[in-house]
């Protein structure tokens, strides 16, 4: 955790304190009327506990799409990895943005098709190919190199088929 994370939450619980503690001690005081510069007071309190949640939401939020992210991205190599073993360490075929090969059943060249004893493999994503959580896209774009240089912003996925290797298409996480 860095040193700004932890700034946030304390200062937010202190205002939220302070705030608290205002409404209370004007709470006893009830000789003296609630003034403007005491609700000025106020607003700025609870301005600074409000910022301060606003960011902590974004900072857990941000940290969901990751753990998604990553899940995702275990999911979709691991499937790819299924695939490789079941066919004789050929990675699957991207097809206009997607692997048919990974989302039907194929039999042992690759060749999807109906689940049937003719095609006894897969499908290895029964619900279609999983999203990036940072773009909402499950197309998956050809990547030139592995690692990839530079997102395309076009897709979810970035994909090697020399290496079989699947990175999120996102400036950040080029690299995972």
């Known amino acids: 955790m860095t040193l700004f994370q932890v700034e946030i939450p304390v200062a937010t619980g202190i205002a939220a304190l302070a705030a608290i503690a205002f409404m209370l001690a004007r709470a006893r005081q009830r000789e003296r009327e609630f003034t403007a510069l005491d609700s000025l007071m106020l607003v700025i309190l609870m301005s600074i506990a409000t910022a301060g949640g606003i960011v902590l939401v974004e900072a857990a939020s941000r940290s969901a799409k990751e753990m998604t992210l990553s899940e995702n991205l275990r999911s979709f190599r691991t499937q790819i990895e299924a695939y490789k073993l079941q066919h004789a360490g050929q990675a699957p075929l991207l097809y206009e943005?997607?692997?048919?090969?990974?989302?039907e059943a194929t039999n042992g060249d690759g060749e999807p098709g109906r689940p049937d004893k003719t095609h006894p493999y897969g499908p290895y994503f029964r619900g279609g190919i999983p999203r990036n959580?940072?773009?909402?896209?499950?197309?998956?774009?050809?990547?030139?190199?592995?690692?990839?240089?530079?997102?395309?912003?076009?897709?979810?996925?970035?994909?090697?088929?020399?290496?079989?290797?699947?990175?999120?298409?996102?400036?950040?996480?080029?690299?995972?």
């Open 97 to 103: 943005g997607t692997f048919p090969q990974l989302t």
């Open 133 to 176: 959580p940072f773009t909402g896209r499950n197309v998956v774009i050809p990547a030139k190199t592995s690692p990839p240089q530079a997102p395309t912003g076009n897709g979810g996925w970035l994909y090697h088929q020399e290496s079989g290797r699947v990175t999120p298409d996102h400036a950040e996480y080029l690299n995972w």
